[in-house]
């Protein structure tokens, strides 16, 4: 599948590593970064979404997504991406990304918004009641983060891990590395980690970073240790 993600926002809390770990399924465990545990929100722009070598669609290719995520690693100690939910506002990429790549994808009105440099992001679940809401802007020049650094410990990730029919798989995306900024963080929301069922304390993001956007090729699922 090819891709262009835009006008990304990642925002993380630092969390207990123990009960991040009870939510995880088996095979799977916390990736840390210098003995601290992630839980991040990530919402963005899902462009031209097709598959290789066919062209866009006006509609159906273009729609706004909300993901709920954390750093993991394998039984062979290969780090990724583990996805709680990814919300979305096209019922047949819902569908078609449960059926093909066995993602945790839900159906909710996600609307995103954005200036020269103001960005606002909502997000309305199926099911629940409240909205999630978010605005940013960025703060720093953007730039490539460094190997070693908690920025590149958790937005340089180009593997995620699902389970498909009881066997744990790995998904693959190439892109260039992402040129983020700092963010301020005007309006922020757990709720999304509620929904998931991940309890923390209500407080505002520990980091935030934002991103204009890369291309994107992604990849079939393979399982892990074929």
């Given at each position: 599948?090819?891709?262009?993600w835009?006008n990304?926002?990642?925002q993380?809390w630092?969390?207990?590593e123990s009960?991040?770990?009870?939510?995880?399924?088996?095979?799977?465990?916390?990736?840390?970064f210098?003995?601290k545990a992630?839980?991040g929100?990530c919402?963005l722009?899902?462009?031209?979404?097709r598959?290789?070598g066919l062209?866009a669609l006006p509609?159906?290719s273009?729609f706004a997504?909300?993901?709920?995520r954390?750093y993991v690693?394998?039984?062979?100690?290969?780090?990724?991406?583990?996805f709680?939910?990814?919300?979305?506002d096209?019922?047949i990429?819902?569908?078609?990304?449960q059926?093909?790549f066995?993602l945790?994808?839900?159906?909710?009105?996600?609307?995103?918004?954005?200036?020269d440099?103001?960005f606002?992001?909502s997000?309305?679940r199926f099911?629940?009641r409240?909205t999630?809401r978010?605005?940013?802007?960025?703060?720093?020049n953007?730039?490539?983060?460094k190997?070693?650094t908690l920025?590149y410990?958790?937005l340089?990730?180009?593997v995620f891990f699902t389970?498909?029919?009881?066997?744990?798989?790995?998904g693959?995306?190439h892109?260039p590395?992402?040129?983020?900024s700092r963010?301020?963080?005007?309006e922020?929301?757990?709720?999304?980690l509620?929904?998931?069922g991940?309890i923390i304390?209500?407080r505002?993001?520990d980091?935030?970073h934002?991103?204009?956007?890369v291309?994107?090729a992604?990849y079939?699922?393979?399982?892990?240790g074929?």
């Open positions: 599948m090819q891709q262009t835009a990304l926002f990642f993380h630092e969390v207990d009960m991040l770990q009870s939510h995880l399924p088996s095979g799977l465990t916390v990736d840390t210098r003995g992630y839980l929100i919402g722009s899902m462009k031209s979404v598959p290789q062209p509609w159906l273009h997504e909300l993901n709920v954390t690693r394998d039984p062979e100690g290969n780090p990724g991406v583990y709680f939910s990814l919300d979305c096209r019922a990429a819902v569908l078609a990304a059926a093909f066995s945790p994808f839900r159906y909710a009105r996600v609307s995103l918004g954005a200036t440099e103001d606002t992001l997000c309305s099911g629940k409240d999630a978010y605005a940013w802007r960025p703060i720093s953007p730039k490539v983060s190997p070693g920025e410990h958790l340089e990730r180009y389970h498909r029919n009881g066997k744990l798989h790995q693959r995306v892109h590395p992402y040129e983020v963010a301020e963080s005007t922020w929301s757990i709720l999304p509620a929904w998931n991940l304390k209500s505002p993001p980091l935030a934002c991103c204009r956007g291309s994107v992604a079939p699922l393979t399982p892990i074929a």
